[in-house]
């Protein structure tokens, strides 16, 4: 098992930046991915960006967002920068093990005009 706990989050404004963190714990050995999932109300849960030794990003926050991973510390940052009202979310952190899907609880973003 893996637990994810997540730091950061907040209100914003339009244009500002904030960075949320995300450590692992729980298990022992690689985690293989990492990464963020945002989900706003009444829209599904989509990827925001990964680490599965390559990083991958949603086309919405290409160039604005920018993951980082330290795989000994068993953690994943999200920089995001120039956020819109859009970017309104709660961000969950994300992690596959062994092919299992493990998630945090969450932290609400949100971006106001």
């Known amino acids: 098992q893996v637990q994810l706990v997540e730091f950061g989050g907040g209100l914003v404004q339009t244009g500002g930046s904030v960075t949320l963190s995300c450590v692992a714990s729980?298990?022992?050995?690689?985690?293989?991915?990492m990464g963020w999932y945002r989900q706003a109300p009444g829209k599904q849960r989509d990827m925001v960006a990964v680490d599965d030794g390559a990083t991958h990003y949603a086309d919405s926050v290409w160039g604005r967002f920018t993951i980082s991973r330290d795989k000994a510390k068993r953690t994943v940052s999200l920089r995001m920068d120039s956020l819109k009202p859009e970017d309104t979310a709660v961000y969950y952190c994300y992690a596959n093990w062994q092919g299992d899907m493990f998630w945090g609880r969450g932290t609400q973003v949100t971006v106001s005009s």
């Open positions: 729980g298990q022992t050995g690689d985690i293989d991915t």
